[in-house]
């Protein structure tokens, strides 16, 4: 009962005062130690790696990391006019992004260039863009899934206000709305007839509307995200990161897995292990999670693909038999095994830099 009145508090602080900018410095304060040290060269380092600065310092656990492992790197500002000139101007064997997603025309920026960066620069991304450009967007990733013809709960996207008051009419409730941005279940609505959909869409068509956790001028408007409500599903978020999968289970609280913070853990279904193995190896996305709906009748559907997500600490992500590891596939033997060892430092990050050294520089 404490938690919920503290985020329903917190809820109405965020939404009804202008408390973003005092979020961004309080997350940038209290790791400035970490991140001021912009540049730093290690003398045994093969490497240097660039990582690119993210605006609330979330870059932070890849310098940890860096440190860590001995490997020099060099901060990039995107942020800053003359963001290429100084890309250009560092000897940076590879990229590392972590997108600003907290406000869109930041996210927007980092699409952008991403974008130019792999169309036009000979240097490699971690991750690539294609994984980066669909996260924080549910309109991406619901298009990509459809046109890439993967199992995903029935879903719909609405840019037309009278289609979408035909379809309130005669849709099947509850149904549930979906922000394009917010994590957590902070952009998610689980509406239980025509009049709480017609609201919703009076507002998004008319003012607009935004999550708690978002700018004060963070709106979205003009376009509307329903998906089929499925009741008693069971969620297991699998992770890849290079070579080596984690999972656990989302565990739902009141209405919502996604931000319960209740996870379960244990060997993950050999299913969504699968899943998750074809469609990262078929799409090349090799540092992200994907979040598996397993339904009733033992259907598995996509509900999310990013590439970054909350993790807490550096929390172990798998745990079996009480032990904590990660999961790799025997292509030989054609099984999972696992790998007892505590893997999640830094947010993973430590692993996912040195995925991306192995996958890059193999055989060099």
Known sequence: MKDKFILGFKKFVYYYFNVFNYRGKKAVDSVIEITKKEERTFENS??????????????????????????????????????????????IDFLIARPSVQYTPWKDMFDNRLKLLNDSYDIPVFPNYNELWIWESKLRTLDWLKVNDLPHPSSYIFYDNNELLDFASTCKYPIVYKASSGSGASGVKILKNSSELKSVTKKVFNSGIRSYRKHKLDKEHGFVILQDYLNDVKEWRIIRIGDYYFGFEKLKEGQFHSGSKNFGYGMPPIECLNLVKDITDKYKIYYADIDVFVTTDNQLLVNEVQPYFGQKGDRELLQINNESGRLYYDTNNHEWVFEKGKFCKNNLCNLRISEMIKTEFKGK
Request: proline content about 0%.
């Open 46 to 91: 093969k490497y240097t790696v660039g990582i690119i600065k993210e605006k609330w310092h979330l870059h932070y656990n890849y310098v940890k990391a860096c440190e860590d492992l001995k490997l020099s790197y060099v901060i990039i500002d995107f942020f800053s006019k003359d963001w290429l000139q100084n890309l250009k101007s560092k000897s």
